[in-house]
């Protein structure tokens, strides 16, 4: 069974699961969205939920990206050190069989620098093989833990991770704001006042604490309270992104609905800034390293 004949990618994360069939021609053939991500699996059930995967997908060789390839995954895959290559990142595939490979995370850990990521890196090369993304240029990753990533030369030079999503996430659970969260963020006059509080403030927490404070002394509407507290988590989010000493081209990457929130953001600092969407390159990464497969 050959690589190149098609093969099955999966983008594995802690929660959730992406598996998309690839033709020989480097196309999405079909796919499936799942709940199953890492943290699911008990002990000893990584053959299992690989077999599901080709049950719903095809006998196919199987190319395995994110937390499956962490210490508490599958098979671990160990970081590869910044500044990074697609060339390094294939070279140090870990293949359970011929009919398997999961790819490596990559680490920023110079000097007192300590980050690291998995998964994202398929679709920064990705963009880069496909065209979608300058090789030059300084990209948002958003998610769960947003990634701003300098790319140099066609190579991820450095990266700083931002938990964002998880501290947003947080606050709409468990925290004082919980019942103000509940609305849907959308852009707008809310979503930009937050953008521009946090692109101004150094006072994260005293003004997530004036979120309710507004409310309930009559300053803010309470359905506008979600869209402002996310303009004001991302509008921080973007200051720091954009302290990078660069004015390389800004790309954002991504689920839409998560970058056109970090675009008008990016936009709000001043910055040009185009979107493109992560699914297309991830499987354009994805494709990229199994081209070099066999």
């Given at each position: 069974m050959?690589w190149?004949?098609g093969?099955?990618a999966?983008?594995?994360g ?6 998309y ?9 079909g796919?499936?969205e ?5 943290l699911s699996?008990?002990?000893g ?6 077999a ?8 196919k ?7 499956v390839?962490?210490n508490r995954?599958w098979?671990e895959a ?9 060339d ?9 069989s ?7 995370g990559?680490?920023?850990?110079s ?6 990521m998995?998964?994202?890196e398929?679709q920064?090369f ?5 065209g979608?993304l300058?090789p030059?240029s300084?990209?948002?990753?958003p998610g769960?833990h947003?990634?701003?990533v300098?790319l140099?030369r ?7 991770t931002?938990?964002?999503?998880e501290?947003?996430?947080v606050l709409k ?7 103000l969260?509940?609305?849907?963020v959308?852009?707008?006059?809310a979503?930009?006042?937050?953008v ?9 927490p005293a003004?997530l604490?004036?979120?309710r404070?507004r ?20 509008g921080t989010d973007?200051r720091?992104?954009l302290?990078?000493p ?17 675009a008008?953001a990016?936009r709000d600092?001043?910055?040009?800034v185009c ?15 199994a081209?070099?497969?066999?």
């Amino acid at each position: 069974m050959r690589w190149s004949d098609g093969f099955i990618a999966v983008d594995w994360g802690s929660t959730n699961r992406r598996g998309y069939l690839v033709d020989g021609s480097g196309k999405c053939a079909g796919e499936f969205e799942d709940g199953e991500g890492m943290l699911s699996v008990p002990p000893g059930g990584f053959p299992a939920a690989v077999a599901q995967i080709r049950e719903k997908l095809g006998d196919k060789p199987l190319l395995l990206a994110g937390m499956v390839g962490s210490n508490r995954g599958w098979v671990e895959a160990p970081y590869i050190p910044c500044p990074a290559s697609l060339d390094q990142l294939i070279e140090k595939l870990v293949r359970p069989s011929d009919r398997e490979a999961i790819v490596p995370g990559i680490a920023d850990s110079s000097g007192e620098r300590a980050d690291v990521m998995r998964g994202e890196e398929v679709q920064l090369f990705g963009g880069i093989a496909a065209g979608l993304l300058d090789p030059d240029s300084l990209v948002c990753h958003p998610g769960t833990h947003n990634k701003w990533v300098t790319l140099r030369r066609g190579r991820i030079e450095h990266f700083r991770t931002v938990m964002t999503g998880e501290l947003f996430s947080v606050l709409k659970d468990h925290s004082i704001l919980a019942d103000l969260l509940r609305g849907k963020v959308a852009l707008g006059d809310a979503f930009s006042a937050g953008v521009r509080l946090g692109l101004s403030s150094q006072d994260l927490p005293a003004e997530l604490f004036s979120v309710r404070a507004r409310v309930l002394l009559g300053k803010a509407r309470e359905e506008d309270a979600a869209s402002f507290t996310s303009g004001l988590l991302i509008g921080t989010d973007v200051r720091i992104g954009l302290s990078y000493p660069t004015s390389a081209q800004v790309t954002v990457i991504g689920r839409p609905e998560l970058t056109q929130l970090y675009a008008a953001a990016i936009r709000d600092a001043n910055r040009p800034v185009c979107e493109v969407d992560g699914e297309r390159c991830f499987i354009a990464g994805a494709a990229a390293i199994a081209e070099k497969l066999s």
